[in-house]
């Protein structure tokens, strides 16, 4: 147990500086100088020279990406905005809160309703019922979320006027984005919910169980306690997409998170802050699927004899 | 062989039935169809200038000048769909081609020749594929700049890791068969195996998979544009058009809504093809259930 854990810590580990070596050098690649495009054309040379100093771009690249790492690691600091020229680290932490929020209330429900209709869908096989899920589905994972997104917001927000349309200012804001981006990761869950519970009842064991006279609740009962370590993993393949998905929607509905906060950055050449809003998304995408690997032993025992 | 002849046996190859077998697909070859035909026509279609202003003329409803009405500087919503189809889906195109052209050969020769080729690929792919959905290319315009030439590179590197495994696992599968070992017995070179033996039976999964990875390209494409880091303004991508139509959402949901029905057909189309293909040409799912 406590090898496959260090194993996969490690790769997790590996992966992320990996990446933000990647990250850090290709963002050196932008072309344009930082500093004048920051002060604009009217700067003079002294003044430019000093923000390069004060900016740690006067150094060559590769102590530039030594430095990255000692502040990091050292301070937890990510510099300063070129845009704004407040610690990025400021104005990230509360973006981050509100994404978390976003993030984990739609992926509840995604979750909810992914599994549910993946399971049902695959009870009932080729009957109407799974036509239409499976085609509300493909309708799903062929509408971009910000579509999916407007509509609830003219529909919900504005003709009926149940929610708010845009902002974070109470528990009403959450309600549309977080249920439009729900629907949008449960379309593409319920498509490999329903193939992995497929794959299970295809299995002799579950032909087994019905030739012995188990009822149709409970072989799917024992069939989704076989395809669980698979839907856990769909659960995180996911939240990817969950993080994708909202940077759309926090546009859409002015919710003030990374997503909106890494767009501004990228139009504004912000790169300190892109490279912290990168950070955050893969830390958070590798540790949510680090938990998963971790949750393996406890949903599956076979994992560790393997 | 005339070409009756040809076409006969096209008809009869399980290939092309796959695209009439059931009025679903049917319904989705048509539309694929008409999403093509507006691609290469569309811009000589328009009926009026797509990006010619009328302001006495602004969200007016459907009408028999303007069939989708006009946007919010009253331009011609039917002209900018049609102008902008070349945009949206020829930028998709283009970028899985480049995802294509990159990771077809990097998955034949990571799989065909194994060791560390194959470790040092494979981490990247990994690497790139740990990044979450839309955030590679949202990156990578980040580092090129907002522009439809950076969302086509953006969405190939994305799709690029997808077109590597899918080649890498063909390839490895392949590399067992009776008729790869005896042309090595027979002293071929792994050049000629490759492109003989390998690169052709990988072809159809690689068809297969690409039409719903163009799906999923034309779905990104529409969302760069729609965060404005794609084709700037005027141009009609489609993407781009929802975007400006949003800040109008409450005056007038048409600049929205008829850009959106046009990305969904569009995508919902080729995901059907996809699925439809993927059962009659991949042997792997032909005996199972599709997702």
New interface residues.
């Given amino acids: 147990m406590l090898v496959y854990l260090a194993k996969r810590l490690g790769r997790a580990l590996f992966?992320l500086i990996?990446?933000m070596t990647?990250?850090f050098f290709?963002?050196k690649?932008?072309?344009g100088d930082p500093v004048s495009v920051a002060l604009g054309p009217g700067a003079t040379a002294e003044v430019a020279q000093a923000l390069r100093v004060k900016y740690g771009l006067d150094k060559p690249v590769l102590i530039q990406y030594l430095m990255f790492w000692k502040k990091l690691l050292l301070y937890g600091d990510l510099g300063v905005s070129w845009s704004s020229g407040i610690e990025v680290t400021r104005n990230l932490v509360p973006a981050i809160k509100h994404t978390a929020i976003l993030t984990s209330s739609a992926m509840l429900i995604a979750s909810l309703i992914g599994i549910l209709a993946g399971v049902a869908s695959a009870a009932v096989?080729n009957r109407p019922e799974d036509v239409a899920i499976r085609s509300s589905a493909?309708?799903g994972?062929?509408?971009?979320?910000?579509?999916l997104n407007?509509?609830g917001?003219?529909l919900f927000g504005?003709k009926l006027g149940w929610f708010p349309t845009s902002g974070a200012a109470g528990l009403a804001n959450l309600v549309l984005p977080a249920v439009t981006l729900g629907i949008f990761v449960a379309s593409s869950m319920v498509?490999?919910v329903?193939?992995s519970m497929?794959?299970v009842l295809?299995e002799e064991y579950i032909t087994t169980y019905r030739a012995e006279g188990f009822g149709k609740g409970a072989i799917m009962r024992k069939a989704f306690r076989n395809a669980l370590r698979d839907i856990s993993t769909i659960v995180g393949l996911q939240?990817?997409?969950?993080?994708?998905?909202s940077?759309?929607t926090e546009?859409?509905f002015s919710w003030p998170g990374i997503g909106q906060y890494?767009?501004q950055?990228?139009?504004w050449n912000d790169?300190p802050s892109?490279q912290g809003a990168?950070l955050f998304?893969?830390v958070s995408?590798?540790f949510i699927?680090l938990l998963i690997d971790l949750s393996y032993p406890f949903i599956d025992p076979r994992v560790i004899r393997a | 062989m005339g070409m009756r002849a040809r076409l006969e046996r096209i008809r009869e190859s399980p290939f092309w039935e796959v695209f009439t077998q059931n009025w679903v697909t049917k319904a989705s070859t048509i539309i694929t169809g008409i999403m093509i035909f507006l691609a290469i026509f569309g811009s000589s279609m328009a009926p009026h200038d797509p990006i010619k202003m009328d302001l006495g003329n602004t969200f007016s409803p459907s009408s028999v000048k303007n069939p989708f009405g006009t946007d919010e500087i009253g331009r011609c919503l039917l002209s900018r769909i049609f102008a902008g189809a070349h945009l949206t889906l020829g930028a998709a195109l283009i970028a899985v081609f480049i995802g294509m052209f990159l990771g077809v050969p990097t998955g034949l020769l990571s799989g065909y020749f194994g060791g560390p080729t194959d470790t040092v690929t494979m981490?990247f792919a990994?690497?790139l594929l740990?990044?979450?959905?839309?955030?590679l290319a949202?990156?990578v315009?980040?580092?090129m700049?907002?522009s439809l030439e950076s969302n086509m590179i953006a969405i190939g590197i994305w799709v690029c890791p997808y077109y590597v495994r899918l080649v890498r696992g063909a390839t490895l599968a392949l590399k067992e068969r009776e008729y790869v070992e005896a042309a090595r017995m027979s002293g071929e070179n792994s050049a000629s195996i490759i492109f003989r033996y390998i690169l052709p039976n990988c072809i159809s999964i690689v068809i297969v998979w690409s039409t719903t990875y163009y799906?999923r390209a034309i779905?990104m494409a529409?969302?760069l544009g729609?965060?404005?880091?794609g084709a700037q303004p005027p141009t009609p991508e489609w993407?781009a058009m929802?975007a400006s139509g949003?800040l109008y959402?409450?005056k007038s949901?048409s600049s929205?809504l008829f850009p959106?029905i046009f990305?969904?057909s569009a995508?919902?189309s080729f995901?059907?093809l996809g699925?439809s293909l993927r059962d009659v040409l991949d042997p792997k799912l032909q005996k199972?259930?599709?997702?």
């Fill in positions: 992966t990996l990446l990647m990250v290709s963002l690649l932008v072309p096989r493909l309708i994972i062929s509408m971009p979320v910000f579509v407007l509509l917001q003219y504005y498509r490999m329903r193939a497929l794959d295809s939240f990817g997409m969950l993080l994708g998905g940077v759309l546009t859409v890494v767009v950055a990228i139009l790169m892109v990168v998304f893969a995408y590798m699927n | 981490t990994d690497m740990a990044f979450p959905y839309f955030l949202v990156l315009v980040a580092i700049g907002p799906a779905i529409a969302g729609f965060l404005g880091l993407g929802t949003r959402i409450f949901i929205i959106a990305i969904l995508a919902l995901n059907l699925d199972g259930e599709r997702a």
